[in-house]
């Protein structure tokens, strides 16, 4: 399982209280997703904890094909269902690069990801790691889809979180990406080698 119970949670009571989140039931899987964030699960295996958050936040768990937007203060919203699809499509599609994983650096509030021998640096926010399964974490990596976001998967459940890389952001401040490109100049998944002095 590489989802966090609680960091699911939060996550969605996060989102609640801002902009709400989207909870899509197709009977056999359930997605809860922001702007920012993506998680698909078995509804078997989705924790009972998550979907009791789902039932406090709107009153039930939306049915079957009717995706459903949550916010604070507001009542549940239908959305389009090709809306929906649109979101789905975005979330699950698009092309897949090379595969990431963490290394122990955090930058500016990110999780730093990197391919195994160095190279590009994503940056994962922290709040938003708490989402995922420690194992997931450390043992596992992350696919990098379209250039921005990272998606982890394993038996039947995915997770894809909105991802930066601001070596190459043109909205980055110029130190900023001049860090971010030192970053990627050296494998930080190495440890550091004792000068023996």
């Not at 902009?19 to 698909?40: C, I, K, M, Q």
Request: glycine share 10%.
């Amino acid at each position: 399982m590489i989802i966090n119970e609680s960091g699911l949670i939060a996550a969605m009571k996060r989102a609640y209280r801002a902009d709400g989140y989207t909870v899509l039931n197709s009977g056999g899987d359930v997605a809860v997703y922001t702007e920012n964030w993506f998680v698909l699960a078995k509804r078997t295996l989705l924790p009972r904890k998550v979907l009791a958050t789902i039932v406090e936040h709107m009153g039930m768990i939306p049915e079957v094909d009717m995706p459903t937007s949550i916010a604070k203060d507001e009542e549940p919203q239908l959305v389009l269902r090709e809306t929906a699809a649109d979101d789905m499509e975005h979330w699950r599609g698009g092309d897949r690069g090379e595969e990431v994983t963490v290394v122990p650096v955090i930058m500016q509030g990110y999780q730093i990801y990197q391919p195994p021998g160095g190279g590009a640096c994503w940056g994962v926010p922290l709040y938003l790691m708490n989402m995922l399964d420690r194992d997931a974490v450390e043992y596992g990596g992350a696919d990098v889809i379209d250039e921005n976001r990272l998606m982890w998967t394993a038996d039947g459940e995915a997770i894809v979180i909105n991802a930066v890389r601001k070596a190459r952001s043109s909205w980055a401040k110029e130190w900023e990406r001049a860090v971010w490109n030192a970053l990627e100049g050296v494998d930080l998944h190495k440890a550091e080698q004792s000068t023996g002095r």
